[in-house]
């Protein structure tokens, strides 16, 4: 239903406020489409997306009920649609709330109950996920903003796997101006996200053509002087030597500096295969490859940059050089005499890159001759952004736009301080906005008169994104910048080229959309047709990845870390002596562990560290039937599996730099775990302990045996991040379950309520156990009466036999012997 108001129409329907949302035809006909089922909506930039989004939301919270969740990629982004949903529902301001990392998790987790719209970052809503804070059962409608961003690890498929699985009521909104380059993509963004429609609109549809303005592109070549290029060529120099060590090698035929970054990656891969074979020459090629990568970030800084960006960079190279741990490359890197002549010419270098000069003139035509009112610049490089604001600050009201991470260097901004600028802009306060890539993607800024590109990116969507700053309520206008005869000219090319395509794709995705929605009916058809097939549950139970190399009993490792039992076999390092009133313990062969540690249909609780998100590994368990995660920022160790056994995980990488960098943090972290639990782990991650790096074998071993037998830890081989899963369920499973432990993180900061530290103390007496402890203070009120209990008066405590009260009283009564 619409309203008219003057010359326009407004949309009236439930929960929608009146007045607000102008009616667009087409923005209609998507939402009705996207109101029956999943869908992908293509717009192009600027027409409103967010609008047809909301008009999902509103229809289903009136019939349905429950919560709307929209997910975006950066915060000013989330920022930017919660105004708008406050705005254009009748929905109260306090029930569309922001999530973000900026509010604490306990917050969250409270709010989620009383709100009606969540906007949130991905991240965020993984981590709630993952840590048990929130539950999609009732999210009625899940929006996906910049869905492009739907593969490989990123966060909207895990929240698209869990909403699909928890949900009574799914339907997924998933919204781009630029879903993927090609059909292949498309078709992987709506596999991942769980999409069965597809709904476009492109400019050359009636509907859409009316709220459309032209967006002109012009690409200004300048010229580089000839000291930026004598300093450009004393730096390929460099690189041209270095590639012909890697001539000799064997894994390049050319000497080229400017070769693509997908040879140079070819050449990686090469290199990696000689140290896969304990090829000594591997090693030598890896570090000129990382010398080269820098040499070439030198290269396109003072080739499409500025010097002042340049000078920066080597600035910070001369540090990392400096520093203890640092890499031969960039020792090399500082100490060649080329470049420190490089450098030496860029620290005298005083006129200005041709190209600031020529956005001083572009922004002077726009504002002062043309009288335009706001341009964008936007640029690859923070320091670039940085010198550029100040530049231009000299003759225009200039601020920047940056993400929040330090980084190169520079300060980031705020979350509150990107608001604040992007409203400041908005409002007219000052004319030219200097951005990074954050301001690319979605953002709400006003229409402004010239977008300008400091240089071309690489890909067609970020092309995309920039230029529809522009254009959305008048003409517009882009301006790219191209240094010639550089990487600049490469990066236009291969952008125009994607461009050009993604448009194509998106003309022809339209006219494709029922042969699209039909392949993707019958991969799920496949699919289901696969699950039905394996639905005898049963699996693969091969397990001798998992292997032990060392155990609490002070065994050490064997010669071979790898080759010492099979991972379940090497559990039986976690048997205990649970009493449960009889004299004797459970049989704790291999055999009767591994049966053990089957699940008997009770949920298991493993606490993961927040820093391990990024390993996904706590990810793969949140999903898995029986298992409850719990993120903590923990003290000690990666994963806690019950009262007496916590994990540090390592990958191979990182386990051979402790050896090779001097970095001890591994044995202080273990040295800590050992301090705090009975039966620390460490698990080794991944392939190649004793061939991916140039360490010497016994060095490998000797730390292997420290850990062991210094630590006293127990030392566990996966193959990869699954493996690891796999192991920390098994173990988890094997702890809670068969010997009924609870789960209890120790650790010098943690904040215990006073009966926590009471069982932690009775507890730890003879490794009892926090259900045990429980048992006994329960029964003697204190830990005081629990110490000078009699062996009588153990006995008469429910779970406790003759064994667990004979090991109370032993080390109760004992004297006191220095183990030295």
């Known amino acids: 239903m619409a309203t008219a108001s003057g010359d326009a129409e407004y949309i009236e329907g439930p929960l929608l406020a009146e007045g607000l949302l102008e009616k667009r035809r087409y923005q209609l006909r998507l939402a009705e489409t996207a109101r029956s089922d999943h869908t992908l909506v293509c717009l192009p930039t600027g027409l409103g997306k967010t609008a047809v989004s909301l008009l999902v939301t509103a229809h289903r919270l009136s019939e349905r009920g429950g919560t709307s969740l929209l997910l975006a990629p950066t915060k000013p982004l989330v920022q930017q649609h919660a105004a708008f949903y406050r705005d254009a529902l009748t929905v109260p301001d306090d029930e569309v709330v922001v999530f973000t990392g900026d509010v604490r998790p306990e917050d969250r987790a409270e709010l989620w109950e009383s709100s009606r719209v969540v906007c949130a970052t991905p991240q965020v809503i993984e981590n709630d996920l993952v840590g048990n804070r929130v539950s999609l059962s009732d999210v009625t409608h899940v929006t996906f903003d910049e869905c492009h961003r739907a593969t490989g690890n990123y966060a909207y498929n895990y929240i698209a796997d869990r909403y699909h699985a928890d949900a009574d009521e799914p339907l997924v909104t998933a919204m781009s101006a630029s879903p993927g380059g090609d059909k292949s993509e498309i078709l992987t963004v709506c596999d991942n996200l769980g999409l069965r429609e597809v709904a476009v609109m492109t400019e ?13 592109v012009e690409w200004e070549r300048v010229e580089l002087p000839e000291a930026v290029i004598e300093i450009r060529d004393a730096l390929n120099d460099v690189i041209a030597e270095r590639l012909g060590t890697l001539r000799e090698l064997g894994v390049t035929n050319s000497t080229d500096p400017n070769m693509s970054q997908s040879q140079l990656n070819a050449m990686r891969a090469k ?6 074979n304990d090829d000594g020459d591997g090693y030598k090629g890896m570090s000129a490859h990382a010398e080269i990568m820098k040499l070439r ?7 499409t940059q500025s010097v002042e960006s340049l000078r920066r960079y080597f600035e910070r ?5 400096r520093s203890s741990g640092a890499s031969k490359a960039s020792q090399r890197f500082v100490s060649d005499r080329r470049v420190t002549e490089a450098m030496r010419r860029a620290e005298h270098f005083e006129d200005l890159h041709p190209k600031f000069r020529r956005t001083r003139i572009l922004l002077a035509q726009t504002l002062g001759i043309e009288n335009g009112e706001r341009v964008i610049v936007f640029t690859e490089s923070r320091d670039t952004a940085e010198t550029l604001t100040e530049f231009l600050g000299e003759h225009f009201q200039t601020r920047r736009f940056v993400g929040q991470g330090d980084k190169e260097g520079s300060d980031g901004m705020t979350q509150t301080e990107q608001k604040e600028t992007l409203d400041a802009f908005r409002a007219g306060e000052f004319e030219v906005l200097v951005s990074t890539s954050v301001a690319e993607e979605g953002l709400d800024v006003p229409d402004v008169d010239l977008v300008l590109f400091y240089e071309p990116v690489p890909k067609g969507i970020r092309s995309i994104q920039r230029k529809g700053r522009t254009g959305r309520a008048s003409d517009g206008r882009v301006v790219v910048l191209l240094a010639e005869d550089t990487r600049d000219e490469a990066f236009f090319w291969m952008s125009r080229n994607e461009e050009q395509r993604m448009e194509e794709e998106l003309r022809k995705l339209k006219s494709l959309e029922g042969e699209i929605e039909a392949e993707i009916a019958e991969q799920t058809d496949l699919e289901a047709f696969d699950g039905a097939d394996d639905a005898d549950g049963t699996a693969d139970a091969d397990a001798a990845d998992d292997t ?3 155990s609490d009993s002070g065994t050490g490792p064997t010669g071979e870390a790898d080759t010492s039992g099979s991972g379940q076999a090497g559990l039986a390092d976690f048997a205990g002596d649970v009493d449960a009133g009889a004299d004797t313990a459970p049989d704790r062969s291999a055999d009767a562990t591994v049966a053990e540690a089957e699940p008997d249909g009770e949920t298991v609780e493993i606490v993961a560290d927040q820093r391990e998100l990024d390993s996904h590994i706590a990810r793969d368990l949140s999903t898995r039937e029986g298992i409850e995660t719990r993120l903590e920022t923990l003290d000690v160790g990666d994963y806690v599996l019950s009262d007496r056994v916590v994990v540090e995980r390592k990958a191979v990488d990182d386990f051979l730099e402790t050896l090779v960098g001097g970095d001890r943090s591994l044995f202080e972290q273990v040295g800590a775990a050992a301090r705090h639990y009975a039966r620390p782990v460490v698990v080794v991650e991944g392939d190649g302990l004793y061939g991916s790096r140039n360490v010497h074998p016994n060095a490998i071993r000797g730390a292997l045996a420290s850990l062991a ?7 566990l081989r996966t193959e990869d991040a699954d493996g690891t899963a796999d192991l920390l369920e098994v173990i988890a499973t094997r702890e809670q379950n068969a010997d009924d432990r609870a789960v209890s993180v120790h650790g010098e900061k943690g904040g215990k309520t006073l009966a926590e530290q009471q069982e932690y103390v009775v507890g730890s007496v003879a490794e009892v156990g926090p259900v045990t402890a429980r048992a006994l203070l329960e029964h003697f009120g204190s830990v005081e009466r629990v110490m000078s209990a009699d062996e009588d008066d153990l006995l008469a405590v429910d779970g406790v036999g003759e064994v667990t009260a004979d090991r109370i009283r032993t080390v109760t009564a004992s004297e006191y012997a220095d183990r030295g």
């Open 317 to 321: 190279q001369r540090e990392d050089a």
């Open 204 to 216: 050359d549809d009636a509907d859409v053509a009316e709220h459309t303005y032209r967006t002109d």
């Open 709 to 715: 037998v210094d630590f006293g830890a127990s030392v």
């Open 548 to 550: 032990a190399t060392g």
């Open 271 to 276: 290199l990696q295969e000689l140290i896969n």
């Open 297 to 303: 970030r030198a290269v396109e800084l003072v080739e």
